[in-house]
């Protein structure tokens, strides 16, 4: 069976096994090349714009950024929605020197009652402090778990200061 690419119009073959089970809302493209152009392009009715990369975050295409925030734009044409939501709300674009941070440590909870404006240093000094409490804890927890395994080890004796 012989199908137009959506994205660059050339005819190619689709195998009859494929052709079966062909739905009318399917859009077919002759190559990956094509197929990941035109998921990635902005004509295309299901993308949307937004997009979960790597580390967790929404990120927005510059398409969506409002002209007002678009020197907050980012690695390739794109800005991380929670820095958008704070901006927006306090009417001017974020500097580099500013951190928003997500209160409750969802990355993707972007209700601005969530989101905090922190200045570099001091959103470091709350992940840094949080992480050496984090590893004291966990040595004690060791500690503790090193005592219980001792064989002569009487938590009677221990508590009374023996």
Known sequence: MAVKCVQCGDTFRLPPSRAK?????EKLCCSLKCRAQFHRDDRNSLWTGRFLNYHGYIVL???LVPEKFKCMIRRGDSVLE???IVAQHLGRPLTDAEVVHHKNG???DNRIENLELLPTLVHTGIT????KELLRLQRENAE??????QPNYDPQVELMGC
């Not at 089970?21 to 809302?25: A, I, Q, S, V, Y």
């Not at 840094?128 to 992480?131: K, Q, R």
Request: net charge positive; proline share 0%.
């Open 61 to 63: 295409r510059g398409l």
């Open 144 to 149: 503790l778990k090193a005592m219980l395994r």
């Open 82 to 84: 929670h820095r958008l």
């Open 21 to 25: 089970r062909l739905t009318d809302k």
């Open 128 to 131: 840094v402090s949080e992480h």
């Open 106 to 108: 969802v990355k993707t």
